[in-house]
């Protein structure tokens, strides 16, 4: 998985690295995290104007599903349109079709393993794999727009803080010109920023809802058995009675004598038997992205522009505005 996520990211970066304009920030990583995503199911790669392609009816069925109306049945079949039910169906069965394409008679390593488990593996055809194509959406949503949402918070961060931006390329300075998940005990202060984005950007407002199995009583509250329950994280994120100043951003916070010191209050992936399932994979091209990035180049506002602020949208994701940026390569600090 390793190499696959460095192969994404030394072309992200090198592209970054050289290019000339500034960048709109919303246009780097939603296909690439699509792409890398796609190859490490089907083993195969997207061309750049395909993923984006996807990525993009992608974006469309994320905003229709903050339309209220397309949760009900009556409203989407009479405005398709209108509910955003349409968007979600475009997106929907372009990809069952490409999926389809990529996995038949073939896939990659995770398709050979499921079809190893099957009874007959000869006759089994994931294309139509109901549990199969279900799995490849929601590993697929799952993360596209939480990934997404990280990395465009992290730029915005490190505009805002250019001296935490030089102690964190400093620190980078030190690891291979590849850095991996292995290397990232040896930069605890890109650990703490990676948290502290986290906890202060807390792009995922609440966790995925559960079920209650049985009555319980919590806090004074009774809640019967059947009752949709859902972590508020950005509470967590955000409680004064947990986190001193909490709406400051403070990577050091999490720093105790140079080295990295984590907190269950910061809890990105939810929690519980339900708790994100893909953590280590975002892990690993959290810090191989960053670190790789902060190795080549510095990252700068755009001539003349104001720096990206704090202000959110919220729906599923809590998402930064738009901004652009300007990577620059530049030698390593000393």
Request: glycine residues 6%.
């Amino acid at each position: 998985m390793e190499r696959l996520i460095s192969t994404e990211v030394t072309e992200l970066v090198t592209e970054l690295a050289d290019a000339r304009e500034p960048v709109p920030v919303k246009s780097l990583f939603r296909w690439r995290y699509f792409n890398l995503s796609w190859t490490i199911v089907t083993g195969q790669r997207l061309p750049a104007a395909e993923a984006q392609r996807l990525a993009h009816l992608f974006t469309l069925e994320m905003s229709a599903l903050q339309n209220t109306w397309v949760n009900n049945s009556v409203l989407r079949t009479i405005f398709p349109e209108r509910s955003g039910f349409a968007d979600v169906l475009r997106y929907r069965d372009a990809v069952r079709a490409a999926f389809a394409a990529a996995v038949r008679g073939g896939g990659g390593t995770f398709v050979a393993k499921v079809r190893a488990a099957q009874p007959e593996p000869a006759a089994w055809r994931p294309e139509v794999d109901e549990d199969l194509v279900m799995f490849f959406f929601d590993f697929m949503n799952g993360g596209c727009e939480t990934t997404s949402s990280f990395f465009e918070w992290s730029m915005a961060y490190l505009l805002r803080e250019p001296e935490l931006q030089r102690r964190l390329r400093k620190e980078v300075a030190a690891l291979p010109s590849q850095p991996t998940l292995a290397h990232r005990a040896n930069a605890p202060l890109l650990r703490a920023f990676e948290t502290e984005v986290f906890r202060r950007s807390s792009l995922t407002p609440a966790g995925v809802p559960h079920r209650s199995l049985q009555s319980f009583k919590v806090g004074g509250y009774n809640v019967p058995a059947g009752t949709t329950l859902r972590y508020d994280i950005m509470g967590a994120h955000w409680d004064p009675a947990r986190w001193s100043d909490p709406l400051r951003f403070r990577p050091e916070r999490f720093l105790r004598n140079g080295k990295f010191v984590g907190s269950e209050d910061v809890v990105p992936y939810g929690i519980g038997l339900r708790r994100c399932t893909g953590e280590k994979y975002a892990e690993a091209y959290h810090f191989m992205l960053l670190a790789s990035l902060l190795r080549e180049a510095t990252v700068e506002p755009a001539p003349g522009a104001a720096l990206p602020t704090e202000a959110a949208t919220i729906g599923l994701v809590r998402l930064c505005l738009p901004f652009d940026v300007v990577c620059r390569r530049a030698p390593l600090p000393q």
